[in-house]
Each structure stands twice: as structure tokens, then as C-alpha cells.
């Protein structure tokens, strides 16, 4: 049962139970595999095992006359490429020319059992020339024989390159007092969502096609089949069932979905297609492997004078949000503080792997692990408190980046202040014995983007419709993808504290784009702000009219009255009024049924410089953690014992399912810092299974503390600002800084092993540096 709201509200600001939690906790809820259709097939995907190579031919004749077998298809059938974003479409659903990683897709087989298609993918038989392997992003960067793409820059395999500059970087390192360079490493990670990718596609007779995904952007997927299949998008229907997680897995078109839709069309049958744990591993689209050397220059009381970056960001095969990668891992450097010269070189190049994409605090992670490590260093080197040289460099509210980010509300100071406090850092920072130690981290990320992928034609980036039934049912239709977040409760959290009903009157539909209004999907920390506010024009539209209504009824002008619980009534007389219903019903004399919509879209921002909008939203989140660990200077061996995570999402709106968000985050970010890692040799995955790729077990999990400390957000709605991915950010850089406090040893690269601890642990004692008195 949802516990009271706060400031004057009766639901938003409490705890709201999941609307939806019911249904999964029964096994009631429906998901992608659950959905059955008659006469079904079975897909399935033949993947290369070759990095790079020119297909000769692919001999599917065998595979096409085994029985059961209904349909083989190869590249050269839908050759169209596809992309999220429209300036970088290279994927192709099926291979065509050539492959490009181990795991490429360069054949499919739908078939009536699972026996008979994995039978028939080992009918095919396909020639290949082998092409140079390219791996190693630093080799990539030179002009190369055999590129990965023709479209790598001048020969090389550089995907995207980005260069910014704003003030005078070399004066400021010529004048600094002190100076630190920071090499970080970073491995490749994946999301290890719990529902694999699953797509079940139906093509019809009357030229319909109907796509069921496990998606976060049913309105990208839906243009990509448009492109590649060559259908109208009023032809194509896409539903989004429930989605068991995807932490960006799912925010890209991807091969699987085109190619089972293909399937589906070339048989006239419904086919399902279902990844298995190894080919989810394949598909990828995780955080990027990087290599980021950061320079930071600071005055003699710590204000930071200059950053000077260059990253080499290891993309895989496809650009997928590369591009958008590239623009992040330097620009979100601008925030938690003043920077006041700036300079960044990234350089996304391709190589024969998975390909890397977007995931959770995407191109917020890595380059942040460095520059917080980096500023301890500082600090240390100043003999400044972690916390005062933060607070000390912190962005103001209403303040504007050199880069052009709008700072509309920040309370970052209250994050340090509540998690120095709450954690008790100046007794321990320092003083507590020789293997244990605690660390500071900070975090800066948008909630939302500032536009659209797909600008054309120009839409609003989330709407929301609103359908009243006689008897006072709210129908909610929206193409937000709830992937287990909670946006579902939250939108009908929204909808109920306008109109003051009970929430067991809101239903939020299925995302159908049949009837579902244009959203852009869940990615880029956009949900909370963007469909918050399109919710809340929808609701407060809907009131007004129902005020209309309710002063025809009482005969008391519209200012004069007030919604209450389920009522409707003159504001200080409310014995004088009329119920919801009555109001309804009113309402429906003369419209007959009663709808409303409300649509959002972003304020103009940004500079007119080259790539001026990446990283502009309309809101920053904020956070400060911090963490205390304990390590064994023997083994390496360590453990996070307790983290304090002070977060500023503006004002919570359900603070049940941010602490979940903040708590998830952690965990994600304790197995990026403790083991996780995509372990390649040469061009082939190590570890594509969860068994050999680790995440945090249960029993890794410290105790959290979650402190949620932000003022409201002048536009977002009530107030909110994203809690979905920046809480992640703070998370690993304090570990770092933990066990730096603990046993001695600086951590450049992630994940932090053991060896590297026992590593470090002899080198300073080889040097003579003593650490704690060992």
C-alpha cells in the first residue's frame, strides 16, 4: 500500500508500491516468451566464427531441403543498414560482403522445432577469404589494410573522432601550481539484463506485420523495420510486452528483431526468436572498453584550472551510440564542478568485436573514475580534505558551463555535506587501521536528452493520452518503455495526484504503437522528466475540464473550486461540491467521451559550436558517495562494507523506487569495479556465459544507505530529476578512493583484481613507502 505523499501531496513524494509488482511477483505478468501464436516456428541465428573475412558464398541449399524447414535467409535479402542514430546507419540484420566479428549473424533458419533449425544451421555452408584481424584500438588509428569499414576515417579505423577546445588549456597548466596525469583503463562490460532478447514477429495476409519485443525504444524499432524491411510504418504494429531489464541492452534496434520480422514475412507463419545466454553476449551493445588519459591542473588551494582529456574508445564492430559515446566521455567532465579551460580528444575506432553501445551512465563512467581518482591525488598533494577540494570547485545553480550546459538546479553540496556527515568521514578518513579505508566519489549525468535521435519531422519527444471510461476508469497510453524501472507506477502515480482519484482508477496500456502516442523510448535518463511532464500537461488538462464541468453542476465559478480526494468542491467550503463521478458525468453531456494529451519536448540549448548539443539536457542529477571497504593486504581479497550514497534526483516522486534505482546502480557498479570484464584473446570472447562472466553475488552487497537531498528542479515535473542512471556514477571512483585509504595502492584501471592489489601493495613497500605504519 503506497504510504502518503510529501509537501501537500497524497501519493507523489511517498513510498507507491510497483502497480505492476502483483502481476510479476504470480508469474502472472506477460513477457515476450510467454506470448503464443498459432503455428509458431522457430528462429534461429547462424553466427561467423571468423573476425573478419569476405563471404565467398553461402550454400543454403541443404539446410532449405531438410523437412521442417520453412525459410533460410542471408545478407544480400535485406541488405538496407540500420542504426539508432540516422548519421551512423552501417548495421545490416544479416551479414552482407563481409563479417565482422566473431558472432556476426551471417544466415537465420525458421523451422518448426529447435532440433530441426539447429540441424539446419549446420547444413549451411559458408566460404570466406580471411581479412586482417584488427583488435587493438591504438593500431587502428593509423591507416590500415583492410578496414573494418569503408567509412572509418581516411583509411584508418577510427569511427568518430571528436575535438573541443574552450579557453586557454596550456596557459592554465603553465601557471598551475600543481599538476597530475591519470592513465585509466577500463574493460568492457556487459548489462546481464535477466530476460535475454527475445522477438516474436507475425506477418499476415493483408500485409500487416506485428512485432512483439523485448525493447526499450519500440518507436526506433518500429522505424528500423520501416527502413530495412521496406514496409510503411503504418503497416507495422510493435507491442512491448513486459521487459525483464535492459540497462541499455535494449535501447538499439537490433539484428535479431529485423531478421525474425524477415522470417515471418518470407514464411507467412509467426516465428519466434530467442537468444540464448551466449548469443546475448554476442549482440553486446555494452560499456565501451576505454583508455582515457586525464590531465587536470589546479591553483595551490586546489580550484581546478584546466582538464585536458584524450580517449580511446575500443567501439566493436557497429557504431551503434558511438557517436554519442565519443561526445560524452569528454563532455560530461563539465559537471559535479567549474571547469574553467577545457580540452578533449576522443577517438571511437571500430574493431572485429562486439559491438559496444549504450549502458547504464552511458559515457559517464570511466572518464568520471578518472578525474575523481585524479582530484584525490590533488588533494592529497595539497594536504586538502577529499571534500573540501570539491566543495570548493562545486557548480553553482543558474550557472552556465563553458560548454554551454545550462545548470538549472544542483544540489550537490548538500550531497557532500550529507555524506560526510552521515558516514562519519572525518573520523575515519585516514584513521582507521591498515586494510581499511574509506573513499569519495562524485557523479554529474543528464536527465534527458536534449533532442530526439530521429528530429524528422519534428516531434515532441514524449506524449502521453488520457482516456476517462463512464465509470471513471483512466486509460493511459504512452510509448514510454516501463523495463522494470517503475515508470508505469509513476505515470499513474502523476495521472492520480492531479485528478485526485485513487490509483487503483488509473490503468497504464501496453506500449502498442497501433495506438500507443509517440515517445522516444527509455534511455539517456529521460523518463522521470520527460514523460512526467507530458503526463502532467495530459492530467491538468483533463482537470480543467472536469472543473468545467463541476462549476456548471455547483455554480461556482472555476477559480473558486478545488480538487480533493475523489471530489471535486469549492475551496474552504467543502461540504459544497461535486464527487469525481458527478463531474465525469457531467463532463460526457457534452463531449461524450473524455480524453486529453499532453506532449513535452525540450527548451532550445546549447552553443553553436561543432557537437554543441551532446550532453545538453534540460536537468543534471548529482551525486556524492561515499564508501568504506575492507581489504586483506595478503590476498587482495576486499569487500565493500558500507556505502553512503547522497544522490540529488531534484525531489523524489516515488522514493520507494529511487532507493531501488540508487541500490541497483551500486551493484552494478560494484561488479565493474570488482570483476566483471568481456576477457577477449585475440578477436574471440573469453566468457560469453554467466558462468565464466561474474556479477556480484547477494552476499557481495554492503549496506547502503541512501540520502536523498535534492531541492526541486524549476522545470521538471513536481520537481524530479533522473534516478535511473547516475546514481551509478559516484558508486565506483569512491571504491577506488576507498581502497587507496585502506592499504595504499592506487587503481587506474577497472575492474580493480586482487593481483593488481597484491601488486601495488609490494611495489610501495619495495619503495620503501610506508602506508598506516605497514
Known sequence: MATGGTRGMRLLGGRIPYIDGPLKVTGQAEYTDDIRRPGMLVGRLLRSPWAHARIVSVDTSAARALPGVAAVLTGEKYPTPFGVLPITHDETAIAVGKTRYIGDIVAAVAATDERTAERALELVRVEVEPLPEHTDPRMGVAKVVAPIHARGLLGTNIQKEVLQHFGDVDAAFAQATHRVRVHGRFAGVTHAFTEPLVTIAEATADGRLTVYSATQVPHYLHRALSEVLGIPMHRIRVIKPEVGGGFGGKSDPLPHEIVCAALSIETGRPVKMLLDREDVFYTNHGR????????????????ILAYDIDALIDGGAWSSFGTVTTYYNGVLAMGPYRIPNFRYRGRRVYTNKPPSGAMRAHGG??????????????????????????????????????????????????????????????????????GRG?????????????????????????????????????????????????????????VAEILGVDLERVHVQRVDSDVSPIDIGSYSSRVT??????????????????????????????????????????????DVGVTFLEALHAAMERSGALTATGAYSSPPMGGSFKGARAGTAPAY?????????????????????????????????????????????????????????????GA???????????????AQMPE??????????????????????????????????????AVGVRCYELPITPDRIVRGIEDRRREGRAWKGA
Open 288 to 303: 565501451h572498453p576505454t583508455d582515457n588519459e586525464v590531465r587536470i591542473a589546479t591553483d595551490a588551494e586546489g580550484r
Open 365 to 434: 563512467t570511466n572518464l568520471r573514475y578518472s578525474i575523481e581518482v585524479a582530484l584525490d591525488e590533488i588533494a592529497e598533494a595539497t594536504k586538502i580534505d577529499p571534500f573540501d577540494l570539491r566543495m570548493r570547485n562545486a557548480l553553482p545553480p543558474n550557472s552556465t558551463t563553458i560548454n554551454d550546459f545550462r545548470i538549472t538546479s544542483t544540489s550537490f553540496l548538500k550531497c557532500l555535506a550529507a555524506a560526510r556527515e552521515r558516514s562519519g568521514w572525518d573520523s575515519k578518513f585516514r584513521r582507521l587501521p591498515y
Open 438 to 494: 574509506v573513499g569519495l566519489g562524485c557523479g554529474f549525468y543528464i536527465s534527458g536528452s536534449n533532442s530526439p535521435i530521429h528530429f524528422k519531422p519534428v516531434m515532441p519527444q514524449s506524449t502521453v493520452h488520457l482516456k476517462v471510461d463512464m465509470d471513471g476508469g483512466i486509460a493511459v497510453h504512452s510509448m514510454q518503455a516501463d523495463i522494470g524501472q517503475g515508470s508505469n507506477t509513476l505515470l499513474a502515480a502523476i
Open 529 to 574: 522528466f520527460m514523460m512526467g511532464n507530458a503526463a502532467r500537461r495530459a492530467a491538468e488538462d483533463l482537470r480543467a475540464q472536469l472543473l468545467r464541468a463541476a462549476s456548471r453542476r455547483t455554480g461556482h465559478p472555476v477559480e473558486q473550486l478545488e480538487v480533493a480526494h475523489e471530489r471535486i468542491q469549492v475551496r474552504h467550503r467543502p
Open 621 to 681: 542529477s548529482f551525486g556524492a558517495y561515499v564508501a568504506e571497504v575492507a581489504v586483506d593486504p595478503e590476498t587482495g581479497l576486499y569487500r565493500a562494507e558500507k556505502m553512503w550514497a547522497a544522490f540529488d534526483c531534484g525531489r523524489p516522486l516515488n522514493r520507494l523506487a529511487v532507493e531501488g534505482q540508487v541500490e541497483g546502480s551500486i551493484h552494478m557498479a560494484l561488479g565493474q569495479v570488482m570483476g566483471e570484464s568481456m576477457n577477449y584473446r
Open 684 to 698: 574471440r570472447l573469453l566468457n560469453p556465459s554467466l558462468l565464466e562472466y561474474k556479477i556480484p553475488a547477494p
Open 704 to 741: 547502503i544507505e541512501v540520502l536523498l537531498v535534492g531541492d526541486d528542479d524549476p522545470e521538471g515535473p513536481f520537481g524530479a530529476k533522473e534516478a535511473g542512471e547516475g546514481p551509478l556514477i559516484a558508486a565506483l571512483p569512491a571504491m577506488g578512493n576507498a581502497i587507496y585509504d
